[in-house]
């Protein structure tokens, strides 16, 4: 994402935001679209370069519309899907459902139903009690993955940690768990056993993690004799949200990955398997700003000063719910010093913070802009109507375009299910 001042006003891909938001209003989602692409290609590359035999699937839940799911179509990725929303998004926008994957550590029932009418790819199943329910819904062979806990910890927020032993996902591969789901979907009638999954967690910036759980997973493998086609080694590759933050290597870094998988593929005398990975965070991410318009400006003298932007937690729940930070920009650099800020959101919450302490010229006033980077993932999906909020509209622009892929919802919209 190229982001500058030109005739000091901040520019995208050099498309003024303000004249976006003129258009689109605030706050704004705006996406660098080939930035989007290019993250795509950048994992097809580092497989294709090592001839292997792979997919890389797209976490919807990091960001999905329809008109992100056709990009990804477009760019030769898979989807994987957490709800029947996911899937009904992927399926309007006209995804091939063999292309989808369905993840969960608690799919209900209905969900399974639509699922296996729409003829999904594949179901990641994360449960023992999970195994019978699609074995009985199921009225014609499916395909599935077992998701395993390798039990590995990573160094990241506790929220989106999901490896450990003690967690709500997948089934242990120390306790005997994953081995005893594996022979129940043998045994079942309509579920083919293709492989294992795992996902470690989320915003990890380094491979020690991924070739640790290889290890683990290969020497268990090999000890129960289970046989794996697919091996999906879910996501978490860490993107930069301030400079504090380490992206993940993808290319250096899925070298070393894919070498200690054929080492030990080797050492273990296993079938190289079919790869997948499931990134989210790091497609969407960084080719995401959000533009946001300042109200008020309140100086509490000699204690701080509040600027406060006209969105807030319902479309940036990261800040309040991880403490994450982020860097903002002022979209029309101000001329002066800078002093010491806190950009908060306009819902009714103290908690309802962007960040703390930021440094913002000390003239900015009503009617500023301000874009907050880095909010292409989990950010528009985590927005919520808290206070009635409308989620606001998201835009993709090129060089040379700009449209417009989700329009920012209508107060009428906010009642539509609302019982007159
Ligand atoms: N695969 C599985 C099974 C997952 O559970 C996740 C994320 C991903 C792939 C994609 O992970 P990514 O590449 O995006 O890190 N709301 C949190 C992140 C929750 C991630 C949950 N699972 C946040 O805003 O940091």
């Known amino acids: 994402m190229t982001l500058t001042y030109i005739n000091d006003e901040l520019h995208l891909n050099g498309h003024s935001l303000r004249g976006l938001t003129e258009q689109y209003g605030t706050p704004l989602f705006v996406y660098d679209e080939d930035a989007l692409r290019n993250q795509c290609r950048r994992y097809h590359s580092v497989f294709e370069g090592e001839s292997l035999d792979y997919s890389i699937s797209y976490a919807s839940k990091a960001f999905t519309s329809i008109q992100m799911v056709k990009l990804l179509e477009e760019e030769d990725m898979k989807l994987d899907v957490v709800s029947a929303g996911e899937l009904y998004t992927a399926l309007e926008a006209g995804f091939p459902a063999s292309h989808i994957h369905f993840h969960g550590n608690n799919k209900t029932t209905e969900e399974i139903e639509y699922a296996l009418e729409m003829g999904i790819g594949l179901f990641v199943v994360d449960a023992m009690d999970e195994v019978a329910l699609l074995d009985r819904l199921a009225d014609q062979p499916v395909d599935v993955l077992l998701r395993i806990n390798p039990g590995i910890d990573v160094n990241t927020h506790s929220y989106i940690q999901t490896g450990q032993e003690d967690s709500k996902f997948g089934l242990s591969i120390q306790n005997g768990t994953a081995q005893e789901a594996i022979d129940r979907i043998h045994s079942s009638n309509q ?86 990975i499931e990134p989210g965070r790091s497609i969407a991410a960084e080719a995401g700003i959000t533009v946001y318009e300042v109200g008020v400006v309140k ?18 729940i990261r800040t309040p719910l991880y403490d994450a930070k982020y860097e903002v920009l002022t979209v029309d650099a ?18 309802d913070v962007i960040g703390k302490n930021l440094s913002l010229p000390e003239n900015i006033r009503r009617g500023d802009l301000i874009a907050v980077g880095t909010t292409g993932a989990y950010h528009y999906s985590m927005a919520s109507n808290y206070n009635q909020m409308r989620k606001p509209a998201v835009v993709f622009v090129t060089e040379d375009n700009v449209r417009e892929v989700i329009r920012r919802q209508s107060l009428k919209q906010l009642v539509e299910n609302d019982v007159i």
């Open 191 to 276: 579920l083919n056993f293709k492989g294992v999954h795992y996902h470690l967690g989320s915003q990890i910036s380094e491979e020690g993690p991924f070739l640790k759980a290889l290890e683990v997973v290969f020497e268990w493998l090999s000890s129960t004799s289970i046989d794996v086609e697919i091996l999906n080694m879910g996501g978490g590759y860490g993107v930069r949200y301030t400079e504090e933050d380490v992206r993940f290597p993808i290319e250096e870094g899925f070298s070393r990955i894919i070498g200690k998988l054929k080492s030990l593929a080797d050492e273990y005398d296993i079938a190289f398997p079919h790869i997948m």
């Open 299 to 316: 100086d509490i003298p000699g204690v701080s000063r509040y600027v406060s932007i006209d969105g807030g937690m319902s479309d940036h």
């Open 334 to 351: 101000g001329e002066g010093k800078n002093i010491d800020s806190h950009v908060v959101g306009k819902l009714c919450e103290s908690g």
